[in-house]
């Protein structure tokens, strides 16, 4: 079995907690992927923890704003797969995302709108 320095091991434990995949972790360090899933089974860390992790992480990307392809192309999958595993994993709908994230656009332009308002005098010169 390969022996990793602390940083390495660093890096495959946080990429884990982020999701992701065994294959991605092993193409990163250059090194085979049974080396990297052996390690993961060593440490009695299952595959659907891995991908709940991704689910979450996913998430909160979306939630912060991340593009869906932005997303996959640094988990190396198709966007429509994120929507659908959301959708099928978590309920996560998209549709309910956009809604939020339109009305949060509206309430912040109406909330720059009444600031503009309230700083006009009451009158003119």
């Known amino acids: 079995m390969t022996k990793?320095?602390?940083?390495?091991?660093?890096?495959?434990?946080?990429a884990w907690n982020h999701g992701f995949s065994d294959r991605i972790?092993?193409?990163?360090?250059?090194?085979?992927?049974?080396?990297?899933?052996t390690y993961r089974r060593n440490l009695g860390l299952s595959v659907i923890t891995v991908s709940e992790n991704r689910?979450?992480?996913?998430?909160?990307?979306?939630?912060?704003?991340?593009?869906l392809e932005a997303i996959a192309e640094q988990y190396e999958v198709n966007p429509?797969?994120?929507?659908?595993?959301?959708?099928r994993k978590r309920s996560y709908s998209f549709r309910e995302i956009n809604k939020r994230?339109?009305?949060?656009?509206?309430?912040?332009?109406?909330?720059?709108?009444?600031a503009r308002l309230e700083t006009k005098a009451p009158f003119s010169w």
Do not use: C
């Open 80 to 87: 429509y797969s994120i929507k659908i595993m959301l959708w």
């Open 55 to 67: 689910y979450d992480t996913w998430i909160q990307l979306i939630e912060k704003g991340v593009s």
């Open 101 to 114: 994230i339109l009305d949060d656009a509206k309430s912040k332009k109406a909330a720059v709108e009444d």
């Open 25 to 37: 972790i092993a193409k990163k360090l250059s090194v085979p992927y049974l080396v990297i899933y």
């Open 4 to 14: 990793f320095n602390a940083k390495q091991r660093n890096f495959i434990e946080n």
